[in-house]
């Protein structure tokens, strides 16, 4: 069954198409620095938002029209499937991300679970085959049940941690069934709510052994996806241990996790965190932890999480520097974490916010490829540190003064030391001609 008859393989038409259905700026077999667009991209779709969000909110009730639903919850999960990889086909997106419960019924024991998500997965295995469509990333759902009211690794109850163990299990089985090449923590509920019943300290230490366990057991079953940690300041939880990269990396280092976690960074939860989303990127970039992105955005003017899909060609286009800087994402990749607007009801509108997005990207990409092709910021940074270049800068760096020395080296030099202007505002207003 077809659930999007009237909608083709969208194709690229270049930006001066009229057609909505087509895209403008993303050209699969493009080739930017030496890769095409579609390798250096790795596009995802998120089963959840796109085959399970509802256009619900707080405030309102569903409002998103969508076709697949069945007489059981079971016969819903199979046409989703069905009409997952037809978004898939369509969009000529190569990966899919998704959460356990995203695509199975969870039922009432651990064993019903276990028996649809096997169900499942041998549908969507079958549809990867046919397909040659890869699975990104899965995790585990480990937020959503009440069961998990104080947390799953983190949790205050050793049965609800043993439960939460058995799902990561089931998340490693699915993952090498179907290849995946990552494999994601979110601690959503990984967190406090308040110090006052808290002990900060056996929760994180019981977390780093809920990771530890992953690890070996990919190792005893053959199979090592890279894994992700996913930050996140707050929301569900008010404050959540993963807060931002720089504390998720310092978690990872007082556990000894760096040569098997790195860090799956998302746009949204940077606002949350009060940065940028280049900043998440370029503190993981340069502590060798970039591994993968949710490509979404959120509204500064909101302070939660919007999830929205980008299109926010300045923002995207400094994304794109830090993983082009970074070498490329891969197994890695831009996952778009992003779900349509409650207005934006029709089905679709599926289509239409991802040809978006992927476009959004596509422009970041050129954008970013042509900034370093002119060496223009690299020049401006080189510029701005040349001090550190030669003389007693070049001395510094290299490890051969102590304090007595450059006391001594201020003394002779004075105090009358002169800084030259960034034109930071110039810079900005060049940077902008780079955008595509």
């Known amino acids: 069954m077809a659930y999007f008859p009237e909608i083709e393989k969208i194709k690229y038409e270049g930006k001066g198409t009229k057609n909505p259905f087509a895209f403008r700026h993303y050209n699969p077999e493009e080739v930017v620095e030496g890769k095409t667009m579609k390798e250096h991209l790795r596009f995802a779709i998120a089963y959840w938002h796109t085959m399970t969000q509802d256009g619900s909110d707080p405030f309102g009730n569903p409002t998103n029209e969508r ?69 990104l990333w899965n995790t585990a759902n480990m937020f959503s049940n009440p069961r998990f009211v104080n947390g799953a690794g983190s949790s205050n109850n050793a049965d609800v941690f043993a439960y939460a163990a058995a799902q990561v299990k089931k998340g490693l089985d699915i993952s090498k069934k179907l290849g995946g090449e990552n494999y994601v923590f979110w601690g959503g509920r990984e967190g406090y709510e308040s110090l006052l019943n808290t002990d900060m300290k056996l929760e994180q230490d019981n977390i780093a052994r809920l990771f530890k366990m992953a690890i070996a057991y990919g190792e005893k079953i053959g199979h090592k996806p890279q894994f992700l940690i996913e930050p996140k300041p707050k929301e569900p939880t008010k404050h959540q241990y993963d807060f931002d990269a720089a504390t998720t990396l310092a978690f990872i280092l007082k556990y000894g996790l760096e040569g098997d976690f790195k860090l799956n960074l998302e746009g949204n939860h940077a606002t949350l965190a009060g940065h940028t989303f280049e900043h998440e990127l370029t503190v993981a ?36 520097l830090e993983i082009l800087e970074n070498g490329g994402i891969a197994p890695g990749g831009v996952n778009f974490d992003s779900k349509v607007r409650r207005s934006s009801f029709a089905k679709e509108d599926l289509f239409l916010a991802h040809i978006a997005g992927m476009d959004t990207f596509a422009r970041g990409l050129k954008g970013a490829a042509a900034i370093r092709k002119d060496n223009f910021l690299s020049d401006l940074k080189a510029k701005r540190y040349a001090s550190f270049e030669s003389g007693i800068g070049a001395s510094i760096v290299a490890g051969n003064e102590d304090l007595e020395s450059l006391t001594e080296y201020s003394l002779k030099n004075g105090a009358n030391i002169k800084n030259e202007s960034s034109h930071i505002e110039l810079v900005k207003s060049q940077l902008n001609d780079y955008l595509v």
Request: with cysteine; charged share 30%.
């Open 285 to 320: 970039r340069i502590n060798d932890a970039l591994g993968s992105i949710d490509a979404n955005q959120g509204d500064v003017l909101l302070g939660w999480d919007t999830d929205e899909f980008p299109t926010n060609v300045f923002d995207t286009t400094l994304v794109m």
């Open 67 to 135: 076709p697949w639903f069945g007489a059981t919850p079971l016969e819903t999960a199979k046409n989703r499937v069905e009409a997952f990889f037809e978004i898939l086909v369509k969009l000529d997106a190569p990966y899919f991300c998704f959460h356990d419960i995203d695509i199975a019924p969870e039922g009432d024991t651990l064993e019903e679970f276990y028996e649809n998500l096997d169900i499942i997965t041998d549908l969507i295995k079958a549809k990867m085959d046919e397909t040659g469509i890869k699975l």
